[in-house]
């Protein structure tokens, strides 16, 4: 049986469990990830983080979805990444993760009482109108509410954004019908934006291999850059959801977006592994 030392962390709702490389022997694979990750038989979260170890452009980040799916990258994730580096290299601000997205540079900025502010920055998403038969029926699905989309964000990972007035519908079940026509992606991460004005959207959150979630870093970035595209609103403005409110702001170029939010340490601890088939490499 495996012990394997953790850190719990979140940022707006939305949880992480982080494992260190350097401090376990384990290899992972998808049964490992999820038995981590399930909410009754093993610590709970949204995902799991492997670090480790550094290398020139930053410190290796890999990270499972709960289902023990692979995903290319999390900014809640990254967020929970830079409170728990914060709290073990006090004198820094600043860290450097090497995902399969790039160099991703994270700020984390104490807070009184504990946590961070972390912030971090990406290249603004390239948007596309999906037009399939299939995606017009879905988008019908949320009548008098539809506005826009869905539209296609490569945001390093892929997201459907559909803008709405409101959310009085099934967007649940909406969110889990869009992951049926893009099973070349593994499914997708859905966003319905409500655009509330110029310096503010209201989100709900269908995420690939999780399901509805409190918040998402990257499904923030894709609905800003869908709503950008869109001339829906301005460079400077607050994004929120279940979780929280994240602060965007769009580069004067147009070329990035920051987004800022709290992510703190929630527990630490050891886990007691028993998958008999964990030792199979995923």
Known sequence: MAKIPFVKVESLGNDFVIVEQTHTRASWSSSRAAAICDR???????????????????????????????????????????????????????????????????????????????????????????????????????????????????????????VVSGFGYEWEQIGAECQSLNRGTRGINVEFARVLNRRGIELRIYERGVGPTPSSGSGALAAVAACHAMDFIDKSLKVSSAGGTQSARISASGESVTLKAPARIVMAGVWSDGDVTAGKKH
């Not at 949204?46 to 999390?74: C, H, Q, T």
């Not at 601000?93 to 990406?122: N, Y």
């Not at 037009?131 to 509410?145: F, L």
Request: overall charge positive; aromatic content about 6%.
């Open 40 to 162: 009754r038989l093993g610590v709970g979260a949204d995902g799991l983080i492997l670090l480790g170890p550094a290398v020139k452009d930053g410190i290796k980040f890999r990270l499972f979805n709960a289902d023990g799916s692979d995903a290319e990258w999390s900014g809640n994730g990254i967020r929970g990444v830079g409170a728990y580096l914060a709290a073990m290299n006090p004198r820094q601000s600043e860290f450097h993760l090497q995902a399969l997205v790039g160099c991703i540079r994270i700020g984390a900025k104490r807070r009184k009482g504990g946590g961070v502010i972390a912030d971090f920055t990406r290249p603004m998403p390239q948007v596309e109108a999906v037009t399939s038969r299939q995606a017009r029926q879905i988008a019908a699905m949320i009548g008098r509410h539809h506005l826009a989309g869905p539209v296609h964000v490569d945001a390093g990972n892929p997201h459907w954004v559909f």
